[in-house]
């Protein structure tokens, strides 16, 4: 605990000395819709928890819905006097913010490896996960990539704008998959980079995507997995920073136009032995196909993960590369679990159902789960896309069933904590029905 303590200090003293105009730093974690909450500390104040002192936050701050509202869950929020939790910092992760006007800087907290962990806080979810899978021997090398939209600044009555062309001034609103896109918001893509680069996260591939302002950018592998889904999250916030100093709106939701492709969130893993080796492709690559079955098997139950609000169910079926049945394939986009070509040693899945809005710790958890579930049970999976066409099973298209299949579902109890699952789907839940208690003006138009 004491070189802990004297590596957390020397992290912060360096930070100081390196930015000596940065006066405040933003402690941030993410909570379950994938929206960061913290607290602003002076850096003095921050040397002195990352010296030992204690670093408390509201426990049901990792509850809010996606408005910031709080929800009666069980004793939770309303009848436990909204207790405190101990957070630490998460070693590493101390960068400075390049977006804001002031000097500032941000580093992650989380309740995993205290003494108390939350057990519904996503990041400890993930955590236990991992923590399982290291004692069975079991090696992540996960990558994430994000698909996202640009939009003019400004709203039009609330509704998104194209963005604009910075060349011409007319709006960019022609799909298309032109590497020309790519030289005409340079400026901001370029800027986007490297401030995630400055945050410590491997960008590598950018891409101009189907639809209009539409992009998608890869970061690198990494062998441990909660530092990669930090790294989706940090990339979420300072994506959204960066746009908007340009002049833009960068949004992740998963499906802001109909009749364009939505954005989402795939996830690339590979299991390595405690030497080296690739798991998945042992025996003839039979471990691949019985990790495929896992993932398939409890992908239904796992929906409010993978579609975490009302308009990301929007995104499934539409247009292209977005499926509505459980499937998977060899090389085939249209598969929610598609295995790329490659060589025995770097044999993967990519995990293609989540929405880009999604919460990167939990949609890496279950797939996780997903993958330790095929392991375990050794079933095969159904024929792949590229044998038959409409191969599939069918999970839920609308969050309140996809509630209830997640809900009871043991394998998830068992492997990602009943807790978590009672608390989650009840959030999703409240949330869901908080978003109906509005009258949109279609309803007139249709029904006064």
Not at 49 to 67: D, E, I, R, T
Not at 259 to 278: E, I, K, T
Not at 293 to 309: D, Q, R, T, V, Y
């Amino acid at each position: 605990m004491k070189s802990h303590a004297s590596t957390l200090l020397a992290e912060v003293r360096t930070f100081r000395q390196n930015h000596p105009d940065v006066r405040y730093v933003d402690l941030i974690a993410l909570d379950i819709p994938g929206h960061f909450y913290g607290k602003r500390y002076p850096i003095e104040m921050l040397e002195k928890v990352a010296a030992g002192s204690p670093l408390k936050l509201p426990q049901n701050a990792v509850l809010l819905g996606v408005q910031g509202g709080l929800f009666k869950i069980g004793d939770y929020c309303f009848n436990d006097g909204d207790p405190d939790a101990n957070r630490r910092l998460v070693p590493g992760t101390l960068k400075p913010v390049s977006w804001e006007s002031q000097p500032l800087g941000q580093m992650l907290i989380t309740s995993d490896g205290t003494e108390a962990p939350i057990e519904f806080e996503p990041r400890e979810v993930l955590a236990k996960v991992l923590e399982r899978l290291q004692h069975k021997g079991i090696h992540p090398v996960v990558a994430f990539e994000l698909e996202f939209y640009l939009f003019d600044k400004k709203l039009d009555n609330g509704l998104p704008q194209f963005a604009r062309d910075p060349l011409s001034d007319d709006a960019d609103d022609q799909p298309n998959l032109h590497i020309e896109r790519l030289s005409r918001f340079s400026e901001v893509l370029d800027d986007m980079a490297q401030t995630a680069k400055d945050q410590g996260v491997d960008i590598t591939v950018i891409t101009a995507e189907i639809g209009p302002g539409q992009f998608e950018i890869n970061f690198g592998h990494l062998d441990d997995g909660m530092r990669a889904a930090d790294w989706a999250a940090l990339f979420c916030r300072s994506t959204r920073g960066v746009a908007l100093k340009h002049g833009y709106r960068a949004s992740f939701m998963a499906k802001p136009y109909l009749q364009y492709p939505g954005s989402g969130m795939h996830v690339h893993v590979s299991l390595y032995d405690g030497a080296g080796n690739n798991l998945l492709a042992a025996h003839q690559q039979q471990p691949l196909r019985h990790a495929v079955a896992g993932c398939l098997e409890l992908l239904p139950h796992c929906m409010p993960i993978f579609s975490p609000n009302h308009n990301a169910f929007r995104r499934l079926g539409a247009t292209v590369n977005a499926a509505t049945r459980a499937s998977w394939g060899f090389d085939d986009r249209d598969a929610c679990v598609r295995i790329p070509e490659s060589d025995p040693r770097n044999l993967r899945i990519e995990h293609r159902l989540a929405s880009a809005d999604a919460n990167p710790y939990l949609v890496l958890a279950a797939i996780l789960v997903g993958l330790e579930h095929g392991l375990e049970t050794k079933h095969e999976p159904i024929a792949p896309l590229n044998e038959d066409r409409s191969s599939g099973t069918d999970f839920p298209l609308e969050m309140l069933d996809a509630v209830r299949a997640m809900q009871h579902q043991p394998v998830l109890r068992d492997k990602l904590g009943a807790e978590f699952v009672d608390v989650y789907c009840e959030n999703k839940r409240q949330d869901h029905l908080a978003f109906q208690q509005e009258i949109h003006a279609r309803e007139y138009r249709w029904f006064l």
